[in-house]
């Protein structure tokens, strides 16, 4: 399978970091993806965006 890259748009708090690494690890996401799509809103309640950081083209 593809993967897609992602990252906060914002720091996460310390002690909030494994909560998100958790939701992370868990995640499917259908393609077309471009950078900057939110993947995750408010993920695990930090108030911080999880975002692409690479386009994936949808197969087929």
């Known amino acids: 399978y ?3 890259s ?3 748009k914002d720091p996460v708090p ?3 970091i494994k ?3 958790d939701i992370v690890r868990t995640l499917k996401v259908t393609a077309p993806t471009d950078v ?3 993947i995750v809103p ?3 309640g930090t108030g911080v965006d ?3 950081t690479r386009k994936v ?3 087929g």
Request: aromatic content about 0%; proline content about 4%; glycine content about 8%.
């Open 57 to 59: 083209k949808k197969v």
């Open 36 to 38: 900057g799509d939110v």
């Open 42 to 44: 408010d993920v695990g």
């Open 50 to 52: 999880l975002v692409a």
């Open 14 to 16: 310390k002690a909030k």
């Open 2 to 4: 593809p993967l897609v």
């Open 6 to 8: 992602v990252k906060t």
């Open 19 to 21: 909560a998100v690494l």
